[in-house]
């Protein structure tokens, strides 16, 4: 019975060591967690420690989808070192604090594994793991519609979203300003396969008319809203700047601005009208795009042959002038019937000025060099000024309201980044200069120093001169001998 009993005390001893280490495995290795950014954008990789201790290194891998694992990083005494600064990362990878990787600027093929071996002060080992997911941004969405029927009572309308032909894009439709999703089908409308195309019964009476189509994906999501009332009630379908929003077109004096509708291609196209106003102005027809070719209006003694198709639904207007800013409007008729309407507001700008750094050196020790830089360039106004520095595309804090051309900046010798940047931009154009403060605080010791140099080498010759004059004054001079005439 004793030999039996021991048999047992030994037999839950080793159990319990088992569920103990089990246990620590554990919460040494936490799970794997799934991250999502979107493209040109950012994630964070945060390492949930599990102890308070002060963390001695952590080594980052990376797995991509395909290929071989790399290793990425290694934050080790409170600095990120990167064993290969060329790879595919370069200067994207950033600790947020001492537990958490950041990467930035994130493209498609971030996408993957990313683990982290970190050592705490302990020497105890924690591993972390991460699956990234990149997607792209979701496109603009556009609402097509095609009038089926109308009566007094009744409109009935098929509207179209476009957008998620690349795939990996959800679409949904709401229904008014309280976007009450739509679903299945009803005894008043009806979703084709995939929502694609809304089919709506809409009756006069309804006080409701505004349908909205969402795009999403997992880290973006747009939306564009069409209004029934401006078709059924109207009887045609005249742009709302409320639900037909113009888009933004910039362009440089001189340059040019091109207005793409971004059509399906497999849509085939009847005609597409242009007309522009330019501020309170009337509505004036432009070119009209029919079997592929432009048929002028009454807008060629002011456009001359400035007007061109840079593909098949492109417009573009070359030598931009100041007065062509307005608003443009194109209707695309479609071969079965359906409408699409976009707006365009183009603003013209003068091009930005080169910009230039006037520095002044305010104080310098071996220590820190205090200096103002001055950027010049935005005296005609219009013209925004920010700075950065190092090729960080973080922008510094401008100082004070109406002194945004002056940056004050106390540099540090010991600091690696000495670049500092000013950029002058408008909504057309941007241009930057920059400056290596190290130039100036670094040149500013040489040069003392060589000033001394030069004086002790001056000294020094002269002291050698001296010494070499008294020298020789001092030598014994050959003793004359009287001259005997024979």
Avoid at 94 to 109: F, P, Y
Avoid at 186 to 208: E, K, P
Avoid at 382 to 410: A, C, F, Y
Wanted: hydrophobic letters at 35%; a negative charge.
């Amino acid at each position: 019975m004793e030999i039996r009993g021991f048999w047992w005390v030994l037999l839950l001893l080793l159990l319990d060591r088992q569920s103990s280490e089990t246990a620590n495995i554990t919460a040494l290795n936490p799970p794997c967690y799934e991250v999502s950014g979107i493209q040109g954008g950012s994630v964070l990789l945060p390492t949930a420690l599990t102890s308070s201790e002060k963390v001695a290194k952590i080594e980052w891998k990376f797995q991509p989808q395909t290929g071989l694992a790399l290793a990425i990083a290694e934050f080790i005494g409170g600095k990120l070192e990167r064993p290969n600064p060329g790879d595919r990362f370069g200067w994207r990878l950033k600790m947020v604090d001492e537990a958490t990787l950041r990467i930035t600027e994130l493209e498609l093929g971030d996408g993957g594994d990313y683990m982290a071996r970190v050592r705490l002060a302990s020497a105890v080992v924690e591993e972390h793991s991460f699956t990234c997911r990149v997607y792209e941004p979701v496109p603009e969405p556009q609402i097509l519609f095609r009038l089926v029927s109308r009566t007094a009572e009744m409109c009935n309308v098929t509207l179209r979203c476009l957008g998620s032909e690349k795939g990996g894009i959800n679409i949904s439709w709401k229904r008014g300003d309280q976007l009450s999703f739509l679903e299945g089908s009803s005894d008043w409308y009806q979703l084709s396969a995939g929502s694609t195309d809304l089919h709506v019964s809409w009756r006069h009476n309804s006080s409701d008319s505004t349908f909205t189509c969402l795009l999403s994906n997992p880290v973006d999501q747009k939306s564009a809203s069409f209004h029934l009332a401006s078709i059924c009630q109207n009887g045609s379908a005249r742009s709302n700047p409320a639900e037909n929003p113009p888009v933004q077109v910039n362009g440089i004096l001189g340059g040019s601005a091109s207005f793409p509708l971004k059509l399906p291609a497999t849509t085939p196209v009847a005609r597409i009208e242009w007309s522009l106003r330019a501020g309170s102005g009337p509505e004036v027809l432009i070119p009209e795009l029919k079997v592929g070719r432009l048929e002028w209006q009454d807008t060629r003694e002011r456009f001359g042959q400035r007007l061109e198709m840079a593909d098949g639904t492109t417009l573009r207007i070359r030598a931009l002038e100041k007065e062509d800013s307005c608003t443009l409007e194109a209707r695309v008729v479609f071969a079965s019937g359906e409408v699409l309407r976009k707006t365009f507001r183009l603003s013209v700008f003068e091009p930005v000025p080169d910009p230039e750094i006037h520095p002044h050196l305010v104080s310098r020790s071996t220590e820190v060099c205090n200096v103002t830089l001055h950027c010049l360039g935005s005296e005609k106004g219009g013209i925004d000024v920010s700075w950065k520095r190092g090729n960080s595309s973080d922008q510094l804090g401008v100082p004070e309201e109406g002194l945004d051309t002056d940056l004050h900046v106390s540099w540090q010798s010991s600091s690696l980044d000495s670049t500092f940047t000013c950029l002058l931009s408008n909504p057309a154009d941007q241009k930057s200069a920059s400056l290596d403060l190290a130039s100036i605080c670094r040149s500013e010791d040489g040069g003392h120093l060589m000033y001394m140099w030069i004086l002790g080498l001056v000294a020094f010759l002269i002291l050698v001169a001296g010494l070499g004059i008294w020298q020789w004054k001092k030598r014994p001079r050959p003793r004359a001998f009287p001259y005997v005439k024979e």
